[in-house]
């Protein structure tokens, strides 16, 4: 990525839209502190963040990641997976059960939560990873290409279920597509080219920022 100047707001909804290699994952990874700017600095809420120990700890905590491909531990059922994201905040084994049950049922796998994730479809993995991504309420939720591996039913369920959270949950979401139908659900489009954004990163609402990207 070059010439990066970004900035993404509280509650924004954002589609981060281009081609395959464009660099919009490029992009999404400098947001979520995953890689570092050779130069230039990430901000979060105004902060500069220099370490990685840092960018993990707001990863756990205020940042939520949902990946194409699920990134589930197959062995596990879906409550296990959900419950893994709540251990280290000090919850009692039941209250971690009991918070992964409700995030469960939040996204419509009440009845499928004591199933293992390698007998559930792919639309309902990545229902199961949302819930995972948003175990502790994240401000931000990031999504890279979350309808991307899924038929066309199940994207339209899963992208229809991260609308209803960011409007619910007021949280920002940040969404990773090449689908020009969902990026049009958005508030606001960026759009990448050849590691560099062609369009729409000015800002689009007053609001306190939340994370920025500046730098070449």
Same mark, same amino acid.
């Given at each position: 990525?070059?010439?990066?100047?970004?900035?993404?707001?509280?509650?924004?909804?954002?589609?981060?839209?281009?081609?395959?290699?464009?660099?919009?994952?490029?992009?999404?990874?400098?947001?979520?502190?995953?890689?570092?700017?050779?130069?230039?600095?990430?901000?979060?809420?105004?902060?500069?963040?220099?370490?990685?120990?840092?960018?993990?700890?707001?990863?756990?905590?205020?940042?939520?990641?949902?990946?194409?491909?699920?990134?589930?531990?197959? =062995?596990? =059922?879906?409550?296990?997976?959900?419950?893994?994201?709540?251990?280290?905040?000090?919850?009692?084994?039941?209250?971690?059960?009991?918070?992964?049950?409700?995030?469960?049922?939040?996204?419509?796998?009440?009845?499928?939560?004591?199933?293992?994730? =390698?007998?559930?479809?792919?639309?309902?993995?990545?229902?199961?990873?949302?819930?995972?991504?948003?175990?502790?309420?994240?401000?931000?939720?990031?999504?890279?290409?979350?309808?991307?591996?899924?038929?066309?039913?199940?994207?339209?369920?899963?992208?229809?279920?991260?609308?209803?959270?960011?409007?619910?949950?007021?949280?920002?979401?940040?969404?990773? =597509?090449?689908?020009?139908?969902?990026?049009?659900?958005?508030?606001?489009?960026?759009?990448?080219?050849?590691?560099?954004?062609?369009?729409?990163?000015?800002?689009?609402?007053?609001?306190?920022?939340?994370?920025?990207?500046?730098?070449?």
């Amino acid at each position: 990525m070059t010439d990066v100047d970004l900035e993404i707001q509280a509650s924004d909804c954002v589609a981060i839209v281009g081609a395959s290699g464009s660099g919009k994952s490029s992009l999404v990874n400098l947001l979520c502190g995953i890689d570092y700017p050779s130069a230039g600095t990430v901000l979060w809420q105004g902060r500069p963040i220099r370490k990685q120990v840092e960018w993990a700890r707001m990863r756990r905590t205020q940042i939520g990641i949902v990946f194409q491909e699920f990134n589930l531990i197959p =062995t596990l =059922t879906a409550l296990e997976n959900v419950e893994l994201a709540l251990f280290g905040r000090g919850l009692s084994t039941v209250r971690r059960q009991t918070r992964a049950a409700i995030l469960l049922e939040r996204v419509g796998l009440e009845a499928r939560m004591h199933n293992r994730v =390698t007998t559930l479809s792919g639309g309902e993995r990545q229902r199961v990873a949302i819930a995972r991504a948003i175990a502790n309420e994240p401000l931000l939720l990031l999504a890279d290409e979350p309808t991307g591996s899924l038929d066309s039913v199940n994207a339209l369920l899963v992208a229809d279920l991260l609308f209803k959270l960011h409007h619910d949950a007021k949280m920002a979401i940040v969404l990773v =597509t090449h689908d020009e139908t969902l990026a049009a659900r958005c508030r606001r489009q960026i759009r990448v080219k050849d590691g560099q954004i062609v369009e729409g990163a000015g800002k689009a609402v007053i609001a306190p920022s939340i994370v920025g990207a500046a730098g070449s």
